[in-house]
Each structure stands twice: as C-alpha cells, then as structure tokens.
C-alpha cells in the first residue's frame, strides 16, 4: 500500500525534534495522553484521489484545486443524492430539470463543458446521464476544478466530476441500515452488508449495498420512486493479485415530472413568479420520465514487484430513458391564463462497452523519486434516439382551476417510438503521467494524453442536404498538464499548474448533428492556476485556495456577414478565486466551509438575433453565479448530542445569454439535531429551507426552476 508523503503533516510538526538515533535510545516512562483528536481529515488533504491523478497522488501533492466529499461528510450533512453532495465542491451549483437532470455549472461553464463520471467512466452524455442517484450506494465524491482532459479525454473543460461507489472491502465485516421519513411522505429504507466470505490463501469479500426511496414530490401530482443497487465481490488470490466485480443498478420513475414555473410577464429585467401558485404542476397527468440504468466493471489489479503494478478496467454501460411530457408554459399577456406548448415523446438508447489499463511505476531519476503511469483506454459508444415533438400549442388554462389533460390528447401524438438517428463513438486513448522531485520541497507533475476519436452517425429518417443518411468525422486531440508543487513546511505548500483540454463543438459527440459538427474541430481551453493547501493551528485546522485563469476557445458563433452560419471562432473566459476550509474550533464546536468568486464572460461571441448577427461579448454565460459559499458548523454539548446548522449562498444569475433577464440571489438555512442512541445507532432531526425561501436553481428563457420549499426529516441510522 502506498501512503501519502504529508500523510501524518498535521500530527508531526515537531517530529524532527523527537527523533533519536535508535543507538543512543533509552527507556522512557510511559506516557499516556487521554482527550479528543482534532481531526483535519475533512478535506481529505491525504487521501488518495484518483480523480486528481493516474498516480495515486493525494490532493496535497496534486498541483490543482482537487475536493473529496467523503462519506462522513455525505453522512454528517445527510445528503439525499449525488447533486447534495456537489456543495462540498467549492464554486459548484446543481440542478436537475427532467430535460437536462445532471446541468451543472462551475468556474464559469455549464452543462457538457463540466464532464461527470461514475467511477472514473464517462458515458459521454453527463448533462443527461449524470441525473441525481440517491446518495446511499456512494462512497465519495471526487472533484478537478478546470482544465482537465488530459485525465478523462475530451470534456472537462470547466472541471472534472466523479462519483464513486461503495466496494467490498476485506479489512471488516459489517452491516448497516437506515430509514428515513419526512416531508411531502419522502421515505427511504436503505440497507448495507461488507462480509469476509472465506479466509485463508484466497479470501473472498461481498458487498451488498440497496437503497429504495419513494416521495410524493412537494410540486403537485410529481410522485417518484427509485430503486439503486451497488453489488460487489472482491477475492484476494495473494498478496499481489486480486480481482472485483462490480455491478450496479438504478430503476427510476417519475410521474408527472415538474418541469418548471413560469414567470410572470412582462419577460425582462428580474424574473418572478406568484408565490401562491408555487406548488402547481402544469405537466400532463400521464406524464413520465423513467430510466433504468445497468454498470457492469470487472477491476483486476497486480502487483508485478514492489515498485510496479498493474490495473485492468472492463467496463459496460447500458441504460434506456423515456419521456413522455408537455414540456413547456407560459403566462399570456395579463397573467391570468398559461400557455402549454411543446410536448415530446422521447426515449434514448444507450450502451457503452470499453477496457482501461494502467501501469504504475515508482522509480528513481538522477537519485530523485520519480513515479510514472501509462496507460490504454478504448471505448465504443452507442446512442439511439427516438424523438416525436410537437411545438405547437396545446392549450391555454386557468392555473386555479385547470384538467392537466393526457399525454396522447395532444392533437398529432400517438404512441410508438421511431429511431432519428445513431451516434457511434469510438475512442482511443493513449495517456503517460509523472512525478518527479527535483529537490526535497519542489516536485514536478506532468501529464500527456491523445486520443483518436471516430464518429459516426446514422440518419433513420428523410435525408436531405443538411441531414445527409450517413456522415462521419474524425478527431485527434492531444491535452496534458504540466505543475510544480513547493513544500513550504511539512504542514503547508503553494503549487502552479498549466492544463489543456479539447471538447467537443456545438454540443455532445453521442447526440451530435450533422449541422454541430460538420467543418468544425474540438474547441480548445488552457488554464493557469496557482494555490495552496495547508494545516494550520497545530492541525486543528485545514484550508485550500486557488486562483485561476481559464479560457475556451473556437465555440461555435454566428458568421458576422451571415448570420445564418456558423463560424468555429468563439472565445469564452474565466478568472475567479475558490477557497475551503475545516477547523475544529474546540473540542465541542467544529465549523467547514468554502467559498468561490468567478467573473465569467463570453470574449467573442456571436448570436443570430432575428436574422443579424448580435455580439454578446463581455456577457456573463447564463445560469453562472459570480460567488457561491456554504458553511457548516457543528457543536456537541454534552455527551451523545450533537447541533448542527448551514448554510448555503448562491448570488444572481443571467436566464440568457443577452443577459436581459435575471433571477435573484438566494440563502438556504438548515438545522439538525442528533442523538447517539448507542455506540453505533443514531437518530436525526433535520430542517431543510428553514426560511421556506422562493428560489431558482436554474433559469430558463421563460420558466424557472424551483427548489424544494421548507422540508423536515427523521431518520435512523445503524451498524452492526
């Protein structure tokens, strides 16, 4: 096992003043030191992050901004699902409208410019695929700020996301189980088994984690339920060879999904809605948004020698969604009537196959430890689609008193899927990564990574000019890394770093359209960032800051001299500060937080308004908040009680890119209280929106999308 560098900085900061050569050691009297121990591990500065390198390197000796949301933290701040968890990610936001469930925004890009992953794999889709999962099976969450292809491929522009699940481990055996049951009739009955199979010179180890969750959803007639699963066995052939497999599994249903509120007319300036209609559902009654979502992983791992190892990833990926909803409303000219237009019959068609492997190295280079990665990736991609749309008009109700209607009542939609279109993606991948110290504080990392990308598309409907039956294109980026990280003392160090990424034009290559891709290569971003990561007040406390420039180049933007067309030579930027902290302020009080400015804008930017080209440049992207912060504290009274409260900040954000409409800043206040029924079974209390806040989480052009009002919860949690 390899262990970080800095692993024991926060307890040994006067060790060189301890140590004694073992031939003038003596005896010496025992000493027993009793009290609590201040902890410094909630920003996981020394653990091992996979998602910040190849190389097993921790965040402290990564030279980016790298955030773990471990499952103590999931659990201490009871987050539902995988979108809760994100707000441990300093300058992140979340949302999950049903058309674009995994919409993400961070250092100033959105949706598939922030790559998502689960388990360190791509499915290419992240904005739709990376819906919500119920927190349980997880067993943390691992985040890169910026530039970042040179670890996952093409994407990751804005910042890298994974979402890491629960394995067998055979250091214990035990079990766990929590209910939960709160407002709007949310339940959840979650169950966890780790148990050692057999011992001996092959030692096998299974692990059983379900989650089975249920609500009648706070938006009118909104009724979900979702089953997810994670199932793993681990044997342990000797000490150098074991194998994993890994399976998960996700079956969701939502009925009558809400799809968001209307804002009040007239459109322009800041957006409202009326408050007493904030519950309403305008979505059919048959409404429905269903998936069902299958991973297979086979991870065989080998220690060739002491200092090299080997690891090998068969993955699989299969999943279909469906939709069935009226997707679109708004409010006619006096407010008294909404509109209801833009029903769609969708469903999507998704399978992913590949192998990953790696080799690791630790060595020497010129009497200096140098530890290298290489590895292989391959993956083959395949998305069909099947969309039916009608835009026009369904109707026109009085939001007081109102049918919702059935889905297959809108004049031109009749059941039955047809294929549009397929979209095959084949990807290899070539990476290399290294660390090498120069000195004994000066560590240089670097990171090189190409990829071969093949698409294909075929067209299941009419070809045409612009819809061609069959059409392909081939893409070959390469993106890489290059940081210095200084240790300053033993408990503190300042970094640099310069990264690229490459991702892909006018959209998802699994979706693309001939229209998005043809004559137009990967758009480009490069960030230079600096930082530190620290211990502080005798590792009673932790911090992280970073500063960063980041830039995406070559969007697609409209031609100036034929707005019509589209030109590959758009420019988006960003600058901002992002900073956390820990701090175990007594022994009874502990406060965390983070916080992050970014002042994003669009360089050069184009837009065909009407039929003429309309520049947007120095516009803020919409749906970016320039500063977002979260505070946690904690405080233990006496034995067994603990009182927590937070907090979250998220200021105004642009509902377009002309930045003529604006949704409001907005503050979310919670509480819990919880009390240790025994050495291993607690019970809490918890208050979610405790001021019942009227908020967006994210802007459309004329709908927002609420979040939940004031909600409590009870809940049980034991191991045994």
């Known amino acids: 096992m390899k262990y970080s560098r800095y692993s024991l900085c926060g307890v040994l900061l006067c060790a060189p003043a301890l140590l004694v050569h073992a031939e003038n050691a003596t005896d010496l009297p025992t000493l027993i030191v009793t009290g609590k121990v201040h902890r410094t591990t909630d920003l996981q500065l020394d653990t091992p992050a996979e998602s910040g390198s190849r190389l097993g390197l921790t965040p402290r000796e990564t030279p980016a901004s790298v955030s773990v949301v471990g499952r103590e933290q999931i659990e201490q701040r009871d987050a539902l699902d995988t979108q809760d968890i994100l707000s441990g990610v300093p300058g992140v936001t979340a949302a999950s409208p049903p058309g674009q469930a995994g919409f993400v925004s961070w250092r100033g890009f959105t949706g598939a410019q922030v790559t998502q992953m689960f388990n360190g794999i791509t499915v290419q889709y992240d904005s739709i695929a990376a819906r919500p999962v119920d927190s349980w099976i997880f067993d943390r969450v691992e985040a890169i700020g910026g530039a970042s292809s040179f670890l996952n491929g093409a994407g990751g522009v804005g910042g890298s ?13 035990f079990r766990e ?7 709007f009739d949310s339940r959840e009955l979650a169950l966890g088994v780790n148990q050692l199979l057999t011992e001996g010179p092959v030692r096998n180890t299974l692990r059983l984690d379900i989650s ?12 979900r339920s979702a089953f997810t699963g994670a199932l793993s066995l681990r044997t342990d052939f000797n000490e150098r060879l074991s194998h994993t497999l890994a399976l998960e599994y996700q079956n969701e249903q939502v009925d009558s999904p809400y799809w968001g509120t209307p804002a009040l007319q007239p459109l322009g300036g ?33 220690q060739l020698s002491d200092q090299t190892r080997l690891r090998n ?51 020497m280079l010129w009497s200096r430890r140098s530890d290298w990665s290489l590895g292989l990736d391959y993956s083959h991609n395949v998305q069909t689609r099947y969309p039916r749309s009608i835009s026009a008009v369904f109707d026109v109700v009085d939001p007081d008193h109102f049918n919702p209607g059935q889905f297959y009542d809108i004049p031109g939609m009749t059941p039955g899927h047809d294929p549009q279109r397929t979209n095959e993606v084949d990807t290899w991948a070539l990476y290399l990564e290294n660390r090498t110290e120069l000195t004994d504080r000066l560590a240089l990392i670097s990171a090189l990574r190409h990829d071969w990308i093949d698409l294909e598309v075929t067209n299941h409907q009419t070809p045409s000019a612009t819809n061609p039956a069959f059409f392909s294109q081939n893409y070959e980026p390469t993106t890489g890394r290059l940081g210095l990280v200084y240790q300053l003392t033993p408990a503190a160090n300042v970094y640099v770093q310069y990264s690229t990424a490459a991702d892909p034009p006018s959209g998802i290559l699994t979706t693309a359209s001939f229209k998005q891709v043809q004559d137009f290569d990967l758009t480009t971003g490069e960030q230079w960032e600096i930082g530190s990561k620290l211990d502080f007040l005798d590792g009673r406390g932790s911090a992280t800051v970073s500063l960063y420039q980041l830039e995406r180049e070559d969007l697609s933007t409209a031609d100036p001299n034929n707005p019509g067309q589209t030109l590959p030579v758009g420019k988006q930027s960003a600058r901002g500060i992002e900073l956390a902290a820990a701090l175990q302020v007594t022994d009874s009080v502990r406060a965390e937080g983070n916080m992050a400015w970014v002042d994003a804008e669009y360089d050069e930017f184009n837009a065909n308004v009407g039929g003429s080209a309309v520049s947007y440049a120095g516009n803020r992207p919409s749906n970016v908040p320039k500063r977002v912060a979260n505070l946690w504290l904690t405080w233990e009274p006496v034995t067994d009680w603990l009182l927590g409260l937070d907090t979250r900040y998220v200021s105004s954000v642009y509902a377009d890119s002309a930045n003529t409409l604006w949704v409001p800043s907005y503050t979310l206040f919670g509480a819990h209280v919880r009390y240790q029924l025994s050495a291993e079974t607690e019970l809490t209390l918890r208050g979610r929106n405790l001021t019942d806040e009227v908020y967006a989480r994210q802007a459309g052009s004329s709908m927002l999308y609420l979040g939940a009002p004031r909600s409590v919860e009870l809940s049980l949690q034991t191991r045994f």
């Open 177 to 183: 189980a929590r209910i939960r049951y709160g407002s």
């Open 313 to 363: 990833t068969y993955y699989h990926y299969n999943t279909e969604r469906d939709y069935r909803n009226l997707e679109r409303y708004t409010y006619t000219a006096d407010n008294s009537q909404i509109s209801r237009s833009s029903a769609l019959l969708q469903r999507h068609d998704q399978e992913l196959n590949g192998n990953r492997v790696d080799l690791l190295h630790e060595g």
């Open 270 to 302: 800041e957006m409202k809605v009326d408050d007493s209609r904030r519950f309403e559902n305008y979505n059919v009654e048959d409404g429905r948004y269903e998936q069902r979502v299958r991973w297979l992983r086979s991870i065989t791992e080998y």
């Open 212 to 223: 089975q969750t249920d609500s009648n959803g706070w938006a009118d007639r909104e009724e």
């Open 161 to 173: 996301i994974n979402y890491i699940t629960k394995l067998a481990d055979p250091s214990e055996s």
